[in-house]
């Protein structure tokens, strides 16, 4: 498993942007080029759902339909860092969203069982 630290919460107003970054400071440097990475949110009382991923092998991606053409996900494997850029927040997107990675480079899967090494959460609030 590999230690994951998320960045960049915090509170927008309905239609703004704020991009999340994921690290793994305890990490090797190519540790993370052979993990798929993901993104999920977790709002109180409901299930963790899949937000977008990106994965290791090819970088290929892919987005749950709720934020299809609003939230891009990427990485930057120099500095062992992979981003989610949102746009056109909305005010039901406020729960707790989580970096996750699995080792698995080929396996581009939206479904938090298939991943092994998780962040603590960082809260985005979206709120006029």
């Known amino acids: 498993q590999v230690q994951l630290v998320e960045s960049g919460g915090g509170l927008v107003r309905p239609g703004g942007s704020l991009r999340l970054a994921c690290t793994a400071p305890?990490?090797?440097?190519?540790?993370?080029?052979?993990?798929?990475m993901g993104w999920f949110r977790q709002a109180p009382g409901k299930r963790r759902e899949g937000v977008s991923c990106?994965?290791?092998?090819?970088?290929?991606?892919s987005y749950a339909d709720s934020v299809k053409g609003r939230f891009t996900i990427y990485r930057d494997k120099a500095k062992k860092t992979v981003y989610l850029q949102m746009n056109s927040l909305k005010p039901e997107e406020t729960p707790v969203y989580y970096c996750?990675?699995?080792?698995?480079?080929?396996?581009?899967?939206?479904?938090?069982?298939?991943?092994?090494?998780w962040g603590q959460g960082i809260q985005v609030t979206v709120s006029s």
């Open positions: 305890t990490a090797s440097e190519f540790t993370l080029d052979y993990y798929t």
């Open positions: 996750a990675g699995h080792p698995r480079p080929e396996l581009l899967s939206l479904n938090p069982v298939d991943f092994t090494s």
């Open positions: 990106i994965s290791a092998s090819d970088g290929l991606t």
